[in-house]
């Protein structure tokens, strides 16, 4: 969910023609925790949520290429995770090769989100040092399309019979949050959701019940709890929710009550150029924002503090959190006292995580609040594209892997060890799965945040935007004037439409829009 760098179409022709080929230990430890997650994760008329998969061209996927090659095709992939989700890309990766003699899979990884996006980018001039599937957050859709570097999936789907059970399988939500234009082009997927993370032991205290369906469904049910626990007086608690501020919060809230944008059916049936960013759902948001702030409420961590939200829950001084699902199974590990340095990508902390346990800290996970409901809004995460590439062979072995990827056992793995949600309902089914929703923290936890997904609204999966950056620095930024800077809310919010309008007109040239 974090911010992306510039990124620019290569030329203006048709997108959909990619063929051809050419502080306390305790606090600085939990930190690290959810901050490395944090980073590294870091989310009409509703044409584009049909969840159709069946109009691809067959010609441009050459999914056969495959059988004739000669000796094992070596493929590799690009991702931006650490600890136990790396870990289990590798041991997902490791498995397919051991499963087959015809492909070899490299795993790379390439910094965070954007590292990796800026080195794809410069890899662009040069064909040859491109990955054959690159991991690209949900930010840079349009970005991935306009670059004509990939094959889309919808095309192999069409190529390959065996194919399309997979895909059937797959959430709605999934397949609409990826398709544009009628298109899906992703071939897998990591799913994320924005959960509400809470400190038990202070709901507690306050007289409000922690289970997950008890926990506030609305903005308006967030500020009531915190003013419960506000009058409670629990020592330590200087705010009862802490949020580092950032664009998506606004994003999953307009979401969640099908507010656009942007024109052309939230940029999924055409190139976004309109900004529909002034509406009385954005309003109420910032307003929202406004008042936690100023009556006691919120702690609101400006987006250049990258941990203070982290350290508000990890001391804390703040009962609640909102953040992503992804954090859950690296937070589960602390708390049971099993995570260990390389599990969150850190050799040098100064700390053995390993002899540190969380057990007096009592966390508790609920769907994200949000304007009418909780649990909607849109999904974030990654898609996983198949790099057009100028070997037939590599495609064919990137699109065998993608399969592979997408089975139940591999799903299954995804969300248990990688934190990542189940995005099909054979996975969802699996009893291994099931077993460990009921049966442990860590289940119980992922369990709501993958409720969470199946409540997304196909017919609305979140906008798809050329400068979706751009977007998230101005729409951040305003939320910023208006709550720690003390900023207008309407005047702010008609400042940053008129920003990200330009923002749109300039994309729009540059790809002829």
């Given amino acids: ?291 936690m702030q100023k009556d006691g409420l919120l702690k609101a961590i400006p987006y250049s503090d990258s941990f203070g939200q982290l350290f508000a829950m990890a001391l804390e001084t703040s009962s609640m959190l909102i953040d992503t699902s992804t954090a859950i199974t690296s937070v589960n590990a602390a708390i049971e006292g099993t995570l260990t340095n390389e599990d969150v990508g850190a050799a040098d902390l100064g700390i053995d995580l390993s002899t540190v346990k969380f057990d007096t800290l009592k966390i508790g996970v609920g769907l994200n609040p949000g304007l009418t409901e909780s649990g909607v809004g849109q999904i974030g995460g990654a898609g996983w594209y198949i790099v057009n590439g100028e070997d037939d062979a590599s495609i064919a072995a990137a699109w065998d892997f993608m399969k592979y990827f997408n089975e139940t056992p591999q799903q299954v793995r995804w969300t248990l060890e990688g934190s990542y949600l189940p995005v099909s309902e054979s996975a969802r089914e699996d009893p291994a799965l099931l077993a460990a929703f009921t049966a442990t923290q860590r289940g119980q936890w992922l369990s709501v945040a993958s409720d969470g997904l199946v409540n997304l609204d196909p017919e609305f999966p979140g906008p798809v935007i050329g400068p979706y950056n751009e977007f998230r620095s101005i729409t951040r930024g305003a939320l910023e004037k208006v709550t720690t800077g003390g900023g207008d809310v309407t005047a702010t919010i008609k400042t940053a439409n008129t920003e990200f309008q330009a923002s749109l007109d300039q994309y729009a040239s540059e790809v002829g829009g």
């Avoid at 000669?70 to 600890?83: C, E, L, N, R, V």
């Fill in 1 to 291: 969910m974090q911010n992306q760098p510039t990124t620019r179409p290569l030329s203006s022709s048709a997108p959909r023609q990619v063929r051809p080929k050419h502080r306390a230990q305790l606090g600085a430890a939990l930190l690290l925790v959810l901050a490395l997650f944090a980073l590294a994760c870091s989310s009409s008329d509703g044409e584009s949520g049909s969840g159709n998969t069946s109009n691809g061209d067959a010609s441009l996927c050459p999914v056969a290429a495959l059988d004739d090659a000669a000796g094992p095709i070596k493929i590799t992939i690009w991702h931006a995770w650490i600890g136990l989700t790396a870990k289990t890309l590798q041991s997902i990766a490791d498995s397919y090769n051991k499963s087959q003699t015809k492909v070899v899979l490299s795993v790379e990884a390439q910094g965070s989100y954007e590292e990796l996006l800026k080195k794809y980018q410069d890899a662009l001039g040069d064909p040859a040092s491109l990955p054959d599937i690159v991991l690209s957050e949900d930010t840079t859709t349009q970005f991935m399309i306009d670059s004509e570097s990939i094959v889309p999936a919808q095309d192999c789907i069409a190529a390959d019979d065996a194919a399309a059970a997979i895909y059937e399988d797959i959430l709605p939500a999934v397949i609409s949050g990826y398709t544009v234009d009628d298109v899906l082009w992703p071939a897998a997927f990591s799913v994320s959701q924005p959960v509400l993370y809470v400190n038990q032991a202070h709901l507690a205290v306050a007289g409000v019940d922690s289970t997950p369906t008890a926990l506030p469904k609305t903005l308006t049910e967030l500020r009531a709890t915190a003013e419960k626990i506000k009058a409670a007086n629990i020592p330590g608690v200087e705010q009862p929710l802490v949020l580092r501020v950032d664009s998506w919060y606004l994003e999953q809230a307009l979401s969640g009550v099908e507010q656009p944008v942007v024109n052309n059916s939230n940029g999924r049936s055409g190139l976004a150029t309109e900004s529909d960013l002034i509406s009385d759902p954005t309003t109420e948001v910032f307003q929202w924002f406004q008042d």
